[in-house]
């Protein structure tokens, strides 16, 4: 998610990642999202929460050394200050005006990445320009 728009979902199915898997999307959707978007080195700041996957050194030492992406410091126990947390509110909200229910994990990727393209810019501005006064 940028202020230029929502960018890439990225399916995991078997609902569990390790940092090994966080750091190849990183070097694979989020690359590919930040040249979609030309957001180059001084152009944005990357957020993510405590996870113990976003912590691990492997990952901080990726970020830090190979990827060099300036990271915001993050504290702890604060969701909601992370705009992309909004986002996945809004997101069950349209996915739950859906008739039934979806049939299988396949099923409900499909319907997010439906709706996941409807969220505009203006979207992500609303949800990031709220950051301030979630401080």
């Known amino acids: ?11 995991i199915y ?3 990642m390790t940092a090994l898997d966080y750091i190849h999307i990183l070097k694979t959707e989020l690359a590919d999202a930040l040249d979609y978007y030309r957001l180059g080195d001084g ?15 492997i990952t901080t ?4 050394e190979e990827a060099k992406y300036p990271v915001l410091p993050w504290p702890s126990q604060s969701l909601d200050l992370n705009p992309i947390e909004h986002m996945w ?5 349209k ?3 859906y ?3 979806a049939r299988g994990v396949h099923e409900l990727w499909e319907r ?11 979207d992500c501005c609303k949800y990031i320009d709220s950051m301030p006064t979630r401080v």
């Open 14 to 16: 078997d609902g569990r």
């Open 89 to 93: 509110r809004h997101l069950k909200l």
């Open 43 to 57: 152009d944005f700041i990357f957020q993510h929460d405590n996870d113990p996957k976003h912590t691990a050194k």
């Open 95 to 97: 996915l739950a005006l």
């Open 61 to 64: 030492t990726y970020l830090k």
């Open 112 to 122: 997010i990445k439906i709706e996941w393209e409807t969220f505009d810019r203006d």
């Open 99 to 101: 008739e039934q229910r």
């Open 1 to 11: 998610m940028t202020s230029h728009g929502i960018g890439y979902t990225c399916a």
